[in-house]
């Protein structure tokens, strides 16, 4: 017999995975209990909404982000390191992995479901844009962190603003993952990212890597 923590867990992953290889507005609770192989008696057992779900779905994903993130900064990398990192962290959580759902429908970019969800459903569903906004400032936080560590180490030109610095780039980065997405295409975000990012924050000339080659569009 199941546990019922184990069923409020298996509701959570699986109603952010469903959203993150779709999007908030198309996935229904009779999908997500589907996926999760429970009754809706039992989604109502611990949620009233799915955006009561998905609140804590957000929640609970970003534990183990935070974990991810918190690592990289105790790392004892070098600033550069950290961003060079990052950038890479961010090409692989964009990437559909093999073996999930959505690579059957040919999928490839699947941006961040926080973000989208919360630009869906602007002000109809507050659990879902007050969700959006809490992981958003914690996720400027973490770059806040990163662009100090590269101005204090002296590898950025100027004495840039580095609140607006981490703002600029995490919309940035969202704005270019739901490009790719909209292509379908991970090369699209591979080719401006990095180089992007060091636009933004003005890394100096001399620490920047060469971008990825641009794919010649087709006629």
């Known amino acids: 017999m199941r546990k019922q923590t184990d069923t409020r867990e298996k509701l959570l992953c699986t109603a952010m995975s469903l959203i993150w290889q779709s999007n908030y507005t198309s996935v229904g609770v009779n999908e997500i209990c589907k996926q999760a192989g429970v009754t809706k008696g039992s989604f109502y057992h611990y949620f009233e909404t799915k955006a009561d779900l998905y609140y804590a779905a957000v929640?609970?994903?970003?534990?183990?982000?935070?974990?991810?993130?918190?690592?990289?900064?105790?790392?004892?990398?070098?600033?550069?390191?950290?961003?060079?990192?990052?950038?890479?962290?961010?090409?692989?959580?964009?990437?559909?992995?093999?073996?999930?759902?959505?690579?059957?429908?040919?999928?490839?970019?699947?941006?961040?479901?926080?973000?989208?969800?919360?630009?869906?459903?602007?002000?109809?569903?507050?659990?879902?844009?007050?969700?959006?906004?809490?992981?958003?400032?914690?996720?400027?936080?973490?770059?806040?962190?990163?662009?100090?560590?590269?101005?204090?180490?002296?590898?950025?030109?100027?004495?840039?603003?580095?609140?607006?610095?981490?703002?600029?780039?995490?919309?940035?980065?969202?704005?270019?993952?739901?490009?790719?997405?909209?292509?379908?295409d991970l090369d699209r975000v591979k080719a401006d990212l990095r180089d992007g990012i060091y636009r933004l924050i003005d890394l100096k000339q001399e620490y920047r890597k060469s971008a990825a080659p641009v794919r010649a569009e087709v006629a």
């Open 59 to 184: 929640l609970h994903a970003w534990e183990n982000t935070k974990l991810e993130l918190e690592a990289l900064f105790t790392s004892g990398l070098t600033p550069l390191e950290r961003l060079e990192t990052l950038i890479d962290m961010i090409l692989g959580h964009a990437q559909v992995k093999e073996g999930d759902c959505s690579a059957a429908s040919n999928q490839k970019v699947v941006g961040c479901p926080v973000f989208t969800s919360g630009g869906q459903c602007g002000c109809d569903e507050d659990k879902v844009r007050l969700v959006a906004q809490e992981m958003t400032e914690h996720k400027i936080a973490y770059d806040i962190r990163l662009i100090q560590g590269l101005k204090d180490a002296g590898l950025l030109n100027g004495d840039p603003d580095v609140s607006q610095l981490a703002r600029l780039m995490y919309q940035y980065v969202q704005g270019l993952l739901i490009y790719g997405r909209i292509y379908n």
